[in-house]
């Protein structure tokens, strides 16, 4: 499994916190038990889903400093969701060069998101970065 396919499924299971951020793990250990993957991927899956889930209120901090006229609240599920993967990779994954969550947060948006996600949640990460 690659970076990419790795990156969707940590967003999938980020996206389920929007509906109920209690028994996360508990979740994403359920997730991973109907996933076709080495242990490997499942393991950096989980880790890094456990990751940002841990540092949720951080990452929102972030996300609410930079989106200037919108609230978490307002922003559509999705996009959020995104924006949290792709804020823990720049702020806390040292292994993630920066542009390239930002060019994979936007595919992404590209391929989950509305018709305007793509260009919005470029336009929060280059704020986030600068």
């Given at each position: ?44 899956i989980r880790h890094k889903g456990l990751n940002i ?78």
């Amino acid at each position: 499994m690659n970076r990419r396919t790795m990156r969707e499924h940590i967003f999938k299971a980020i996206f389920s916190i929007e509906f109920n951020d209690e028994a996360f793990e508990e979740r994403m250990e359920v997730y991973l038990g109907h996933l076709e993957a080495d242990e490997d991927a499942k393991t950096y899956i989980r880790h890094k889903g456990l990751n940002i889930s841990n540092k949720l209120s951080d990452i929102d901090q972030v996300i609410s400093q930079h989106a200037t006229k919108w609230s978490i609240d307002r922003m559509a599920k999705v996009d959020v969701s995104i924006l949290r993967l792709a804020v823990y990779e720049i702020r806390y994954d040292e292994d993630i060069p920066t542009n390239v969550a930002i060019n994979e947060a936007v595919e992404i948006a590209k391929k989950y998101g509305g018709d305007h996600s793509a260009s919005f949640v470029n336009g929060i990460l280059a704020k986030v970065v600068n």
